[in-house]
């Protein structure tokens, strides 16, 4: 089991940034192959970035590609999300998210709580 803890959202303005965070608990976190996700209000959720266990490899939407950055520090079982040169079309609730089947499977198993990114234009 695994369980996940967000932090880190919060209002900017456009053009502003902010640091994701997500801590994780449970066994062999440096395997899990993470991920960020969004849901803004009456759509549906969207992958932003993934990394893959041992963070050698990264992927992220066409929407986020070039101002957002997943990062990974096995020794403190965190992932980050550093957002850059955020739009208010980058305003929804931020979920952190976790599977150990490798880089192919498309489905987490483990999810966060999430939290909030508002961006004011």
């Known amino acids: 089991q695994v369980q996940l803890v967000e932090s880190g959202g919060g209002l900017v303005q456009a053009g502003g940034s902010l640091r994701l965070s997500c801590a994780a608990s449970?066994?062999?976190?440096?395997?899990?192959?993470m991920a960020w996700f969004r849901q803004a209000p009456g759509d549906g959720r969207e992958r932003v970035a993934r990394?893959?266990?041992?963070?050698?490899?990264?992927s992220y939407a066409d929407s986020v590609k070039g101002r957002f950055t997943i990062s990974r520090d096995d020794a403190k079982n965190t992932v980050y999300l550093q957002m850059n040169s955020l739009k208010p079309e980058d305003t929804a609730v931020y979920y952190c998210?976790?599977?150990?089947?490798?880089?192919?499977?498309?489905?987490?198993?483990?999810w966060g709580q999430g939290t909030q990114v508002t961006v004011s234009s």
């Open positions: 990394i893959s266990g041992g963070g050698s490899v990264t």
């Open positions: 449970g066994r062999s976190f440096s395997s899990y192959t």
């Open positions: 998210a976790a599977q150990s089947k490798g880089w192919a499977y498309v489905r987490y198993d483990y």
